[in-house]
């Protein structure tokens, strides 16, 4: 351990005292009667706020739950209908409204019907109301829960 330095500077009446002990140095300036000690902080007290980084991970917004699945186009369905499975109702956590992407076209939303005749991986929508957005019968397409 090193030893305080003193060095007086009588033009401007203060006391300067360093010390430097690995790579920690802590500086003090005193005035006639005044105290203010500046002390540089240790390191480990600085990287002690940082969280680690699984901390951060499980911070993170619940995912937006989605399936790719395959769109079939039945007469029978009205027009501002979706029906779907309830096991992929479940999954997707379908509340009042399911949103239905096709790759290269419109997002479209959709009032889900829980059926229990339809299969797990496809969802049964209007034929007329997929004709006129350009979607054929059996198309690739992404549902997820709005």
Known sequence: MLKPNHDIMPEEGKIIS???????????????????????RDIKQLVAVIPPASQLMRREEPKVREKRIRVRLKDNIQPDELHLSPS????????????????????????????????ENEVWV????????????NSLATVRGA
């Open 18 to 40: 360093l010390r430097n002990e690995f790579n920690h140095a802590e500086v003090s300036t005193l005035s006639e009667g005044e105290e203010k000690p500046q002390k540089k």
């Open 88 to 119: 992929l109702a479940k999954f997707i956590g379908v509340k009042e409204r399911v949103e239905l992407s096709v790759p290269g076209k419109k997002r479209m939303s959709f009032k889900p019907v829980l059926n229990e005749s339809v299969p």
């Open 126 to 137: 209007n034929t007329e109301v997929m004709r006129e957005r350009g979607v054929a019968d």
